[in-house]
Protein backbone atom coordinates (compact mmCIF):
# COMPACT_ATOMS: atom_id res chain seq x y z
CA UNK A 1 0.00 0.00 0.00
CA UNK A 2 1.29 3.41 -0.47
CA UNK A 3 0.71 6.30 1.27
CA UNK A 4 -1.17 9.21 -0.13
CA UNK A 5 -0.98 12.54 0.33
CA UNK A 6 -2.70 14.32 -2.64
CA UNK A 7 -3.43 13.72 -6.75
CA UNK A 8 -3.88 16.10 -9.33
CA UNK A 9 -3.87 17.11 -12.46
CA UNK A 10 -1.82 20.11 -13.74
CA UNK A 11 1.33 20.87 -16.36
CA UNK A 12 4.62 19.92 -15.46
CA UNK A 13 6.64 23.03 -14.37
CA UNK A 14 10.45 21.66 -13.72
CA UNK A 15 13.25 20.29 -15.56
CA UNK A 16 12.90 18.18 -19.23
CA UNK A 17 9.28 17.86 -18.76
CA UNK A 18 8.08 21.60 -18.18
CA UNK A 19 5.02 22.17 -20.03
CA UNK A 20 3.39 18.38 -20.48
CA UNK A 21 0.56 17.41 -18.71
CA UNK A 22 0.97 15.29 -15.76
CA UNK A 23 -0.97 13.81 -12.78
CA UNK A 24 0.67 14.45 -9.71
CA UNK A 25 1.01 11.32 -7.74
CA UNK A 26 2.28 12.96 -4.38
CA UNK A 27 3.55 10.41 -1.44
CA UNK A 28 3.65 10.85 2.18
CA UNK A 29 6.85 10.80 4.54
CA UNK A 30 10.33 12.33 4.16
CA UNK A 31 13.16 12.21 6.90
CA UNK A 32 15.38 13.68 4.98
CA UNK A 33 14.42 17.29 6.46
CA UNK A 34 15.37 19.95 4.01
CA UNK A 35 15.34 23.57 5.35
CA UNK A 36 13.81 25.13 2.10
CA UNK A 37 11.35 22.19 1.27
CA UNK A 38 7.91 23.64 0.14
CA UNK A 39 6.38 19.86 0.80
CA UNK A 40 6.81 20.06 4.87
CA UNK A 41 2.91 18.72 5.09
CA UNK A 42 4.19 15.74 3.63
CA UNK A 43 6.81 14.82 6.25
CA UNK A 44 5.05 12.92 8.83
CA UNK A 45 3.03 9.50 9.00
CA UNK A 46 0.52 10.41 11.90
CA UNK A 47 -2.46 7.69 11.76
CA UNK A 48 -4.53 11.01 13.02
CA UNK A 49 -4.66 12.32 10.05
CA UNK A 50 -5.12 9.28 7.82
CA UNK A 51 -8.10 9.48 5.40
CA UNK A 52 -9.86 8.32 2.27
CA UNK A 53 -8.11 8.16 -0.81
CA UNK A 54 -10.97 10.23 -2.65
CA UNK A 55 -9.77 13.18 0.55
CA UNK A 56 -6.58 13.52 -1.04
CA UNK A 57 -7.89 14.45 -4.47
CA UNK A 58 -7.24 17.98 -6.14
CA UNK A 59 -6.98 19.03 -2.06
CA UNK A 60 -7.65 23.31 -1.43
CA UNK A 61 -4.67 23.63 0.71
CA UNK A 62 -1.74 21.60 2.00
CA UNK A 63 -2.49 19.51 4.46
CA UNK A 64 -0.81 16.59 6.61
CA UNK A 65 -3.70 14.20 5.58
CA UNK A 66 -3.14 11.23 3.63
CA UNK A 67 -4.54 7.67 2.58
CA UNK A 68 -3.61 3.98 2.12
CA UNK A 69 -3.64 2.96 -1.72
CA UNK A 70 -3.18 -0.13 -3.85
CA UNK A 71 -1.41 0.49 -7.24
CA UNK A 72 -5.02 -0.90 -8.74
CA UNK A 73 -7.00 1.59 -6.33
CA UNK A 74 -4.93 4.66 -7.59
CA UNK A 75 -5.37 3.48 -11.23
CA UNK A 76 -8.42 2.94 -10.75
CA UNK A 77 -8.75 7.09 -9.48
CA UNK A 78 -7.54 8.24 -12.77
CA UNK A 79 -9.70 6.53 -14.96
CA UNK A 80 -13.27 7.41 -12.23
CA UNK A 81 -11.77 11.04 -12.47
CA UNK A 82 -11.36 10.95 -16.00
CA UNK A 83 -8.01 12.24 -16.06
CA UNK A 84 -6.84 13.55 -19.34
CA UNK A 85 -2.74 13.37 -19.04
CA UNK A 86 -0.64 10.31 -19.97
CA UNK A 87 2.40 11.38 -17.82
CA UNK A 88 2.33 10.51 -14.39
CA UNK A 89 4.82 12.53 -11.17
CA UNK A 90 5.50 10.46 -8.10
CA UNK A 91 6.90 13.21 -5.62
CA UNK A 92 6.64 13.66 -2.37
CA UNK A 93 7.64 13.81 0.41
CA UNK A 94 9.83 10.79 -0.49
CA UNK A 95 8.86 8.70 -3.09
CA UNK A 96 11.60 5.92 -3.31
CA UNK A 97 11.03 5.16 0.80
CA UNK A 98 8.33 3.06 -1.39
CA UNK A 99 8.54 -0.05 -3.88
CA UNK A 100 7.35 1.80 -6.96
CA UNK A 101 7.16 -0.75 -9.33
CA UNK A 102 4.04 -2.08 -8.95
CA UNK A 103 2.37 1.42 -9.49
CA UNK A 104 4.70 2.09 -11.85
CA UNK A 105 4.05 -1.19 -13.89
CA UNK A 106 0.67 -0.71 -14.12
CA UNK A 107 0.65 2.47 -15.37
CA UNK A 108 3.35 1.76 -17.93
CA UNK A 109 0.23 -0.88 -19.03
CA UNK A 110 -2.02 1.12 -19.56
CA UNK A 111 -0.63 3.49 -21.75
CA UNK A 112 0.86 5.88 -18.87
CA UNK A 113 4.50 7.31 -18.69
CA UNK A 114 6.02 7.32 -15.13
CA UNK A 115 8.29 10.05 -13.68
CA UNK A 116 9.92 9.75 -10.16
CA UNK A 117 11.51 13.09 -8.23
CA UNK A 118 13.57 12.04 -5.57
CA UNK A 119 16.57 13.34 -2.97
CA UNK A 120 18.76 10.28 -4.25
CA UNK A 121 18.64 9.12 -0.47
CA UNK A 122 17.10 5.90 -1.03
CA UNK A 123 17.57 3.05 -3.46
CA UNK A 124 14.83 3.43 -6.31
CA UNK A 125 12.84 0.55 -7.07
CA UNK A 126 11.17 1.28 -10.00
CA UNK A 127 10.77 0.20 -14.10
CA UNK A 128 13.77 0.67 -16.43
CA UNK A 129 11.52 2.68 -18.77
CA UNK A 130 10.54 5.51 -15.49
CA UNK A 131 12.04 8.91 -15.55
CA UNK A 132 14.08 9.45 -12.81
CA UNK A 133 14.86 12.95 -11.76
CA UNK A 134 17.43 13.03 -8.98
CA UNK A 135 17.25 16.59 -6.70
CA UNK A 136 20.46 15.53 -4.33
CA UNK A 137 20.02 16.51 -1.21
CA UNK A 138 23.56 16.90 0.56
CA UNK A 139 24.17 17.65 4.29
CA UNK A 140 20.83 18.09 5.07
CA UNK A 141 19.63 18.04 8.62
CA UNK A 142 18.36 13.73 8.19
CA UNK A 143 21.73 13.02 7.74
CA UNK A 144 21.26 11.01 5.29
CA UNK A 145 23.85 10.68 2.63
CA UNK A 146 23.17 10.68 -1.21
CA UNK A 147 23.71 7.35 -2.80
CA UNK A 148 25.76 6.84 -6.05
CA UNK A 149 23.67 4.30 -7.13
CA UNK A 150 20.79 6.70 -7.65
CA UNK A 151 23.09 9.11 -9.35
CA UNK A 152 24.10 6.61 -11.56
CA UNK A 153 19.96 6.02 -12.24
CA UNK A 154 19.34 9.58 -13.01
CA UNK A 155 18.28 10.58 -16.20
CA UNK A 156 18.21 14.19 -14.87
CA UNK A 157 19.71 15.84 -12.01
CA UNK A 158 17.37 19.13 -10.74
CA UNK A 159 19.39 21.22 -7.96
CA UNK A 160 17.99 23.81 -6.19
CA UNK A 161 20.45 26.01 -5.35
CA UNK A 162 20.59 30.06 -3.82
CA UNK A 163 24.17 30.44 -2.86
CA UNK A 164 27.77 29.77 -4.85
CA UNK A 165 28.08 26.58 -1.88
CA UNK A 166 25.36 24.67 -3.50
CA UNK A 167 26.70 24.90 -6.39
CA UNK A 168 30.31 23.38 -5.26
CA UNK A 169 28.68 20.92 -3.32
CA UNK A 170 27.12 19.61 -6.25
CA UNK A 171 30.15 19.34 -7.97
CA UNK A 172 31.92 17.86 -5.10
CA UNK A 173 28.78 15.51 -5.29
CA UNK A 174 29.75 14.66 -9.28
CA UNK A 175 33.35 14.20 -7.93
CA UNK A 176 32.83 11.52 -5.33
CA UNK A 177 30.32 9.49 -6.98
CA UNK A 178 31.93 9.52 -10.05
CA UNK A 179 28.83 10.43 -12.43
CA UNK A 180 28.94 13.20 -14.75
CA UNK A 181 24.98 13.33 -15.67
CA UNK A 182 24.17 14.59 -19.33
CA UNK A 183 21.34 16.78 -18.43
CA UNK A 184 21.76 18.92 -15.35
CA UNK A 185 19.28 21.74 -14.00
CA UNK A 186 19.90 24.58 -11.82
CA UNK A 187 16.68 25.31 -9.85
CA UNK A 188 16.47 28.99 -7.83
CA UNK A 189 15.46 28.81 -4.24
CA UNK A 190 11.97 30.83 -3.97
CA UNK A 191 12.63 32.53 -6.78
CA UNK A 192 15.05 34.78 -5.30
CA UNK A 193 16.52 36.97 -7.26
CA UNK A 194 19.85 36.70 -6.79
CA UNK A 195 19.33 32.67 -6.52
CA UNK A 196 18.31 33.08 -10.65
CA UNK A 197 21.07 35.37 -11.18
CA UNK A 198 23.75 32.71 -10.01
CA UNK A 199 22.10 29.82 -11.78
CA UNK A 200 21.31 31.76 -14.86
CA UNK A 201 25.42 32.82 -15.10
CA UNK A 202 26.42 28.99 -14.01
CA UNK A 203 24.06 27.80 -16.34
CA UNK A 204 26.03 29.64 -19.17
CA UNK A 205 29.47 29.09 -17.27
CA UNK A 206 28.92 25.44 -17.67
CA UNK A 207 26.69 24.53 -20.30
CA UNK A 208 23.61 23.38 -17.63
CA UNK A 209 19.85 24.18 -18.07
CA UNK A 210 17.74 26.25 -16.21
CA UNK A 211 14.70 25.45 -14.59
CA UNK A 212 12.50 27.96 -13.10
CA UNK A 213 9.45 26.12 -11.78
CA UNK A 214 7.07 27.42 -14.41
CA UNK A 215 3.66 26.66 -12.15
CA UNK A 216 4.61 28.61 -9.90
CA UNK A 217 4.42 31.39 -11.83
CA UNK A 218 1.38 31.02 -13.62
CA UNK A 219 0.07 30.47 -9.92
CA UNK A 220 -1.11 26.44 -10.65
CA UNK A 221 -0.07 23.54 -8.22
Wanted: proline letters at 4%; hydrophobic letters at 40%; glycine letters at 6%.
Amino acid sequence: MYKINEIFETIQGEASFTGTPSIFLRLQGCPVGCAWCDTKQTWEVDNVYKVSLDDTVEKKADSDHWADASAEQIFNLFVDRAYRAKHVVITGGEPCMYDLNPVCELLHANGYSTQIETSGTFEILAPAQTWVTVSPKINMRGGYDVLTSAMQRADEIKHPIAMQKHVVELEELFAKTGVTPKLVYLQPISQKVSATKLAIETCIEKNWRLSVQVHKYLGIN
